[in-house]
């Protein structure tokens, strides 16, 4: 079975450009999530979608955005791209149950960087 | 506000030995859910162990357990047998389980494992 895959590995932008990073999550799970993470620092909770909403937005500017497709998959946007925005960006999927979300697994990530 | 706190930034062990990693966390909710994970120098993040805050039994798989003592809110991964591999650092999350929906994970910042032979 395929886990969760993201596309591109890396990336390299100039400040002011805007990207588009993308994530399959497993199949049958419809919970993704994003999350960022600096040099040396645990990853940071950027967006939660399920069932195509948005559940949940971490403490980030509006020039990220993210949405989910119909088949669950998912896209995280960050326009007007900034130096400190150079990160690993991940992608979770969760399959949800009855008492909520079950343990959350990440894909390979896309390495971002700015200059 | 939910916090996870890991205070070993880097950690020795000796090959074939077991290791404690510790974490303790902060919530005032009644329902949540301890995660570890892995995360070699490649980036991916790999699930090891899950326990949630309502299981009485401490969870194990394989050569990981977790000793998670919730009235002291600590939620250590415990490695036995160590190996090579398991060089890597490693990451303490928390999910809080609200309104039936899902979440999300809040990280530690991590303990560097070495593993010498």
């Known amino acids: 079975d395929a886990g969760v895959t993201q596309s591109p590995t890396h990336l390299i932008k100039t400040r002011g450009q805007q990207v588009t990073l993308r994530c399959s999550p497993i199949?049958?799970?419809?919970?993704v999530s994003w999350y960022q993470q600096v040099l040396g620092q645990g990853p940071q909770f950027i967006f939660q979608y399920y069932e195509k909403e948005e559940r949940g937005r971490g403490n980030f500017p509006d020039r990220f955005s993210a949405r989910q497709f119909p088949n669950y998959s998912s896209e995280l946007n960050v326009n007007a791209l900034l130096l400190g925005d150079s990160a690993l960006y991940l992608c979770?999927?969760?399959?949800?149950?009855?008492?909520?979300?079950?343990?959350?697994?990440f894909g390979q990530g896309t390495r971002l960087t700015v200059v | 506000a939910q916090k996870i706190t890991q205070t070993q930034p880097g950690m020795f062990v000796q090959e074939k030995e077991a290791v404690t990693l510790d974490c303790t966390y902060d919530?005032?909710?009644?329902?949540?859910?301890l995660f570890w994970y892995k995360q070699p120098s490649s980036g991916e993040m790999i699930f090891l162990i899950y326990?949630?805050?309502?299981?009485?039994q401490n969870a194990t798989e394989g050569r990981y357990s977790l000793n998670f003592q919730k009235a002291r809110k600590s939620a250590n991964l415990v490695i036995s047998a160590s190996q090579l591999g398991d060089s890597a650092m490693y990451f303490c999350a928390m999910r809080d389980n609200y309104g039936g929906s899902q979440g999300n994970l809040i990280f530690g910042k991590g303990t560097k494992l070495s593993v010498k032979p």
């Open positions: 919530t005032s909710d009644q329902s949540y859910g």
């Open positions: 326990q949630g805050s309502y299981d009485e």
């Open positions: 979770a999927s969760s399959l949800v149950r009855g008492q909520g979300a079950t343990e959350a697994f």
């Open positions: 199949s049958g799970h419809k919970s």
